[in-house]
């Protein structure tokens, strides 16, 4: 089987790295790929919103199934483009996909339906937004209605915070279209937790539930970034918990998208809260998580073909998904990081860390220069590593890297703290 990945991040190579792994997989490409995967396939200079180009190569490669990564071309609706020449492609079409492309349509859809998920208010008129932001009070989440490279919710814990996040968004144009909409929802409190799913429209198969790190800084401090990092699984989750995420939230979500006429296929990864009320959802997104994927990965024992095919309708794989045990991804950043940051930076150490048993290293923002590795990015590797317990899993990591250098390199060193205190 031929297959092409889209995308250019750690989330589309650890995908690479393991369907490479597949003996069914005899040739691999990635669109447009980074420096990390040329091991594994073929990269093909096309930018993922180049979607007629996207198509024409897949076309012309003869390419038998496309693994969408970024949620942009979902959004501008790569797989109808893909359909209409009768490619196959994994991921959901451009009216699932709205499911992360608009945040108003989430909202009414998830209430509509009844599914757990904060009170909100949808807005397109700054003074009218600003106006109910009085009236209500803080904390609140505000949030930009479309793609904002995972950067447009913010959690605003006073009103100095929502009114200047209203200001960016709606009058200074911090992101651009995506704030054109904005929701302005309650604030939650509880662990926030993500769940994946992968989807056939009418049921699902459940992957790992996973914690991701957003902020920038140690203790949970600092900016709000793409994610610092992530373990898998949760040992604080109960099983009635997890039983109401996926009677409540996953299913009730596929039933309220197939009452709208919408066949949801390829991933639904939501963020949740769990809160007293019992889980609550934050946002739904309709691709895999970066550093969630990464993780998963390693995790992973089954066939990733077999995984991803059962968007199609094909057999769930055996109950033997995953290796025992735990995962944990850790992303090496810019410094800066979310801020302005430098790029062109040597790298080194990589080979070092990848010889550790059971640790591999992703690019998420890298490019060759001079023929070096330099820093190309914000978040610039995702080094992940399994152990037999979450206590090994965060060892090995942090051993990991410790061989990554490149100046100004940060990361987070208490990911997984969450889980490591529910098992003391």
């Known amino acids: 089987m031929r297959v092409l990945v889209i995308g250019s991040g750690a989330r589309e190579h650890a995908l690479v790295w393991k369907l490479a792994q597949s003996p069914r997989v005899s040739r691999l490409y990635a669109a447009p790929g980074n420096p990390g995967m040329t091991p594994y396939a073929e990269c093909v200079p096309i930018n993922v919103s180049q979607l007629s180009e996207l198509a024409d190569f897949a076309e012309r490669s003869a390419i038998d199934l496309t693994v969408v990564g970024p949620e942009v071309p979902l959004v501008e609706g790569i797989v109808d483009v893909f359909r209409r020449r009768g490619l196959r492609t994994f991921g959901p079409d451009q009216a699932g996909a709205a499911l992360e492309g608009s945040k108003a349509f989430a909202k009414e859809l998830l209430t509509e339906a009844g599914i757990p998920t904060a009170q909100h208010r949808t807005f397109t008129v700054y003074a009218e937004a600003i106006a109910y932001l009085e009236q209500h009070g803080a904390p609140v989440v505000v949030k930009a209605d479309g793609n904002a490279a995972g950067k447009g919710a913010i959690v605003a814990l006073d009103m100095a915070t929502a009114r200047d996040a209203l200001q960016q968004m709606m009058v200074e144009r911090a992101f651009g279209v995506a704030g054109d909409i904005v929701v302005i929802e309650d604030y939650l409190q509880g662990d926030e937790i993500g769940s994946t799913a992968i989807c056939n429209g009418t049921n699902y198969l459940p992957l790992t539930l996973t914690q991701d790190h957003k902020r920038a800084l140690d203790h949970d401090q600092g900016l709000n970034t793409g994610g610092m990092g992530v373990f898998t699984p949760l040992p604080f989750v109960n099983v009635e918990q997890e039983q109401q995420i996926r009677e409540r939230i996953i299913l009730a979500t596929l039933q309220a998208l197939k009452a709208r006429g919408i066949h949801f296929t390829g991933v639904l990864y939501s963020n949740i ?152």
């Open 273 to 424: 809260m769990l809160t007293r009320q019992g889980p609550m959802v934050l946002e739904h997104n309709t691709r895999f998580g970066d550093p969630e994927t990464q993780a998963f990965m390693l995790l992973l024992k089954e066939d990733v073909l077999n995984v991803l095919e059962y968007a199609d309708g094909k057999q769930a794989p055996s109950n033997n998904l995953w290796h025992p045990g735990s995962a944990i991804s850790l992303t090496l950043a810019s410094g800066g990081y979310p801020g302005k940051y430098r790029s062109g930076i040597p790298i080194t150490g990589i080979e070092e860390a990848n010889r550790l048993d059971d640790v591999q290293v992703f690019h998420a923002g890298t490019a060759m220069q001079d023929g070096r590795l330099v820093t190309a990015g914000g978040r610039v590797l995702s080094v992940v590593a399994r152990g037999t317990t979450l206590q090994e899993a965060v060892a090995k990591v942090y051993e990991a890297a410790a061989h990554i250098s490149f100046e100004g390199m940060h990361y987070r060193r208490d990911i997984a703290h969450r889980g490591l205190e529910a098992l003391t």
